[in-house]
Antibody, heavy 123, light 107 residues
Framework: EVLLVESGGGLVQPGGSLRLSCEAS????????MSWVRQAPGKGLEWVSG????????YYAGPVKGRFTISRDNSKNTLYLQMDSLRVEDTATYYC????????????????WGQGTLVTVSS | EIVLTQSPATLSLSPGDTATLSCRAS??????LAWYQQKPGQSPRLVIY???NRATGIPARFSGSGSGTDFTLTISNLEPEDFGVYYC?????????FGQGTKLEIK
């Protein structure tokens, strides 16, 4: 069974930092692209960042580029999102998602999702 | 950035009806479109990818069609568990983007 378990969310002040983790199990982690997708309260889905499974390529959405950093530790089957210079508009549930296509570069679709971790940016 | 516009915003139907959801892209995305279902308090679930391919475990009453800029998700013979919010998503260009969602509710 595939499991994606996010952690690290919480309350942080504007300008602060937070690191999210996503521990994966049930599939070959180092062969799969992985992404972070967020959802503000009562709003739709927004792709945030992705990390290729077979290369070091990383990808970011415009609003987070230069502030967020995605990384992965294949020895620990874990995906990370370092979030710096946080803004009120970053408040959302952050989902970790496994890419549909394994063994390929880039990010395509999201076949499995974690339960999400809530990040609240507020003073 | 490719903008995906979904319509209608809300669709009210009864079990047994057929639902037709639309997703229009601001430029051609060939056939690189997926659909997701999200129920309240749950994570999204992949339903359709590359326009017309059903994801694992998705019943045959779900079908997708379209190409270029106009895409449709059709759900035949609606079951109670089909209700929720549906999002489209493209993988043609960076950044990956989602539509704003269509809420499929029970009439």
């Amino acid at each position: 069974e595939v499991l994606l378990v996010e952690s690290g969310g919480g309350l942080v002040q504007p300008g602060g930092s937070l690191r999210l983790s996503c521990e994966a199990s049930g599939f070959t982690f180092n062969n799969n692209g992985m992404s972070w997708v967020r959802q503000a309260p009562g709003k739709g889905l927004e792709w945030v960042s992705g990390h290729s499974g077979i290369s070091t390529n990383t990808y970011y959405a415009g609003p987070v580029k230069g502030r967020f950093t995605i990384s992965r530790d294949n020895s620990k089957n874990t995906l990370y999102l370092q979030m710096d210079s946080l803004r009120v508009e970053d408040t959302a549930t952050y989902y970790c998602a496994r890419d549909l296509k394994s063994g390929t570069d880039g990010i395509t679709y999201f076949q499995q999702w974690g339960q999400g971790t809530l990040v609240t940016v507020s003073s | 950035e490719i903008v995906l516009t979904q319509s209608p915003a809300t669709l009210s139907l009864s079990p047994g009806d057929t639902a037709t959801l639309s997703c229009r892209a601001s430029q051609s995305i060939i056939n690189y479109l997926a659909w997701y279902q999200q129920k309240p308090g749950q994570s999204p679930r992949l339903v359709i990818y590359d326009t017309s391919n059903r994801a694992t475990g998705i019943p045959a009453r779900f079908s997708g069609s379209g190409s270029g800029t106009d895409f449709t998700l059709t759900i035949s013979n609606l079951e109670p568990e089909d209700f929720g919010v549906y999002y489209c998503q493209q993988r043609s260009n960076w950044p990956r983007t989602f539509g704003q969602g269509t809420k499929l509710e029970i009439k």
